[in-house]
């Protein structure tokens, strides 16, 4: 009898050994299976990272590249401006001339007509270099405002001295400026030149 109860009990022990194992082999499997899918998501994390870092690069790159594009702006808008500058600085001096030039060609014709001859030629007649209308298209690109020509039609009578021919001195004067007559778009320019 004692016999077959230690039986009985190595039975049951048997069958307590088989289940826990079968238990323990279901655990082991999803133990496993938990382990490859840890290691899968990290290096999925570990890709992610990497390609963070890269598009953190990209964007340094191009955080950096906006930084040069903004500082070319920059060395370009003081450019334009200085250039800006000069171009009214030579402006002045060339209106400058214009307005010692002007007194002196009225005089000169004046004597010549006293002696029969003929006026000389303005300067818009006389060479094309002598107009600012080229400097008139560089600087509405960049400005918007508008230079002129020295050939324009102005809007008061400047005061001349009477010569023996009396008023044909203000005939002369708006001879000067018959060019401007030919081109009424270059008419504003007694805002600069006057």
């Given at each position: 009898m004692a016999d077959e109860q230690e039986i009985m009990c190595k039975l049951e022990s048997i069958k307590e050994i088989r289940n826990k194992t079968l238990q323990m082999e279901k655990i082991k499997a999803r133990l496993k299976a938990e382990f490859e899918a840890l290691e899968s998501e990290e290096r999925h994390l570990k890709e992610y990272k990497q390609e963070m870092d890269l598009l953190l690069q990209e964007k340094m790159a191009h955080v950096e590249e906006l930084r040069l594009i903004h500082a070319d702006i920059n060395v370009m808008e003081n450019t334009i401006k200085q250039s800006e500058n000069d171009l009214n600085k030579l402006l002045e001096s060339t209106r400058r001339?214009?307005?010692?030039?002007?007194?002196?060609?009225?005089?000169?014709?004046?004597?010549?007509?006293?002696?029969?001859?003929?006026?000389?030629?303005?300067?818009?007649?006389?060479?094309?270099?002598?107009s600012l209308e080229p400097v008139c298209h560089v600087t509405s690109k960049f400005t918007g405002t508008h230079l002129y020509a020295l050939c324009a039609k102005p809007r008061v009578d400047l005061e001349t001295p009477k010569s023996q021919s009396g008023s044909r001195m203000n005939e002369e004067r708006e001879n000067t400026w018959s060019c401007a007559d030919q081109n009424p778009s270059l008419w504003p320019v007694i805002d600069v030149l006057m």
């Open positions: 001339l214009h307005d010692e030039y002007k007194p002196l060609k009225e005089h000169v014709d004046a004597l010549r007509m006293t002696l029969g001859l003929q006026r000389l030629p303005d300067l818009c007649e006389e060479e094309e270099k002598l």
